[in-house]
């Protein structure tokens, strides 16, 4: 019997999407002030991870999305719901230094919401707190322009439509 395609497609994708991943490892490495070192980025993650979910382990995929989104790259992440897709996009504050954001922008009050109440139990802190803290925009939609903005002043810019 002859293997799936739609099997052979995703290994194919796989493939391309961690060459991705190793190229833009050794840019970093190469053009970065200070070089960059992939596992000791990784490591942290995890130790923060499991520092602020204690119990908790994140998963190998969860840690290249966020590795990924770090270095610049585009990710696409197919699974299902609540599975913890939001979580790579978290993971990019466990090792942002102060001055760090990210704004993570959502057209689904519903899960943005879930979203803030997620990382108050995180965080411990209020609601406003969280959404300084986070970059969080919530009860004020973002005009799409202002993002390009925001990438030349150093925000990470994470829109999830």
Request: neutral net charge; charged residues 25%; hydrophobic residues 40%.
């Amino acid at each position: 019997m002859a293997p799936d395609p739609r099997v052979m497609a995703h290994e194919r994708e796989t493939e391309r999407s961690y060459k991705n991943l190793s190229i833009a490892r050794l840019d970093a490495a190469r053009t970065r002030p200070g070089g960059y070192n992939s596992q000791a980025y990784r490591t942290l993650l995890h130790e923060e991870f499991k520092k602020r979910l204690p119990g908790m382990e994140p998963y190998e995929w969860q840690l290249d999305v966020s590795e990924a989104l770090f270095l610049g790259l585009d990710c696409t992440v197919i699974a299902g719901t609540g599975s913890g897709k939001t979580m790579p996009f978290v993971m990019l504050l466990f090792a942002a230094k102060d001055k760090d954001m990210v704004i993570i922008i959502s057209p689904l009050n519903a899960l943005e919401a879930q979203d803030v109440r997620q990382r108050q139990e995180v965080n411990s802190k209020t609601a406003e707190e969280v959404d300084a803290v986070c970059g969080c925009v919530s009860r004020r939609p973002m005009p799409i322009r202002i993002a390009p903005d925001l990438s030349r002043r150093g925000f990470l810019f994470v829109p999830l439509f």
